[in-house]
């Protein structure tokens, strides 16, 4: 079965920094891309991230970029964001997705969600 | 404001068929086969009900339905059933030098 666990999401000041982590199981992590997407509850989705299943590419919204990284380790089926110089609006629930198919940058169903994890920033 | 525009609401009755609409641009659902449509329920994570336009994860009812014209991407639903209260997304790839992924700002359908 497949899972995606996020952790890490916190109430934090404005300007400040916060990592997101998020472990996968039940499927071959290094076979695929990996999302981040967000939400502020009760709204819309927002694509913030994504990172192909090697890690040599990665992509950013233009809302975060410069802002946030995204990077995994294969090793330990993990994906995390680094989250820098958080905003107001960068307040919402952010989920760990799967991309399908495998093997493909663009690949943008996303055919597995975590649960997601709450970042409050405060001002 | 969302990229691609959905309605805001749409309604039938059990049994009935419903039809959700996603509008984007020559840029996004008009010139790629990448559109997507996921089911939320509420404080639930989104579920991938249609990727690639028109194809079914496995497990999901044949009763889900994508297609697309031009700019315009739909979803829909028939024989309406009261689980499938819940609200829907829409999202198709962009280009990767920018966002790569654009979604809809979701549509609340209502089983009356």
Same mark, same amino acid.
């Given at each position: 079965?497949?899972?995606?666990?996020?952790?890490?999401?916190?109430?934090?000041?404005?300007?400040?920094?916060?990592?997101?982590?998020?472990?996968?199981?039940?499927?071959?992590?290094?076979?695929?891309?990996?999302?981040?997407?967000?939400?502020?509850?009760?709204?819309?989705?927002?694509?913030?991230?994504?990172?192909?299943?090697?890690?040599?590419? *990665?992509?950013?919204?233009?809302?975060?970029?410069?802002?946030? %990284?995204?990077?995994?380790?294969?090793?330990?089926?993990?994906?995390?964001?680094?989250?820098?110089?958080?905003?107001?609006?960068?307040?919402?629930?952010?989920?760990?997705?799967?991309?399908?198919?495998?093997?493909?940058?663009?690949?943008?169903?996303?055919?597995?969600?975590?649960?997601?994890?709450?970042?409050?920033?405060?001002? | 404001?969302?990229?691609? *525009?959905?309605?805001?609401?749409?309604?039938?009755?059990?049994?009935?068929?419903?039809?959700?609409?996603?509008?984007?641009? *020559?840029?996004?659902?008009?010139?790629?086969?990448?559109?997507?449509?996921?089911?939320?329920?509420?404080?639930?994570?989104?579920?991938?009900?249609?990727?690639?336009?028109?194809?079914?994860?496995?497990?999901?009812?044949?009763?889900?339905?994508?297609?697309?014209?031009?700019?315009?991407?739909?979803?829909?639903?028939?024989?309406?059933?009261?689980?499938?209260?819940?609200?829907?997304?829409?999202?198709?790839?962009?280009?990767?030098?920018? %966002?790569?992924?654009?979604?809809?700002?979701?549509?609340?359908?209502?089983?009356?």
């Amino acid at each position: 079965e497949v899972q995606l666990v996020e952790s890490g999401g916190a109430v934090v000041q404005a300007g400040g920094s916060l990592r997101l982590s998020c472990a996968a199981s039940g499927f071959t992590f290094d076979d695929f891309t990996m999302h981040w997407v967000r939400q502020i509850p009760g709204k819309g989705l927002e694509w913030i991230s994504l990172i192909s299943w090697d890690g040599d590419s *990665t992509y950013y919204a233009d809302s975060v970029k410069g802002r946030f %990284t995204i990077f995994r380790d294969n090793t330990k089926s993990s994906l995390y964001l680094q989250m820098n110089s958080l905003r107001g609006d960068d307040t919402a629930l952010y989920y760990c997705t799967k991309g399908a198919p495998e093997y493909i940058v663009t690949a943008t169903s996303f055919d597995y969600w975590g649960k997601g994890t709450l970042v409050t920033v405060s001002s | 404001q969302s990229a691609l *525009t959905q309605p805001v609401s749409v309604s039938g009755s059990p049994g009935q068929s419903i039809t959700i609409s996603c509008t984007g641009t *020559t840029g996004d659902i008009g010139l790629y086969n990448s559109v997507s449509w996921y089911q939320q329920h509420p404080d639930k994570a989104p579920k991938l009900m249609i990727f690639d336009v028109t194809k079914r994860p496995s497990g999901v009812s044949n009763r889900f339905a994508g297609s697309k014209s031009g700019n315009t991407a739909s979803l829909t639903i028939s024989g309406l059933q009261p689980d499938d209260e819940a609200d829907y997304f829409c999202s198709s790839y962009k280009n990767l030098s920018g %966002t790569a992924v654009v979604f809809g700002g979701g549509t609340k359908v209502t089983v009356l």
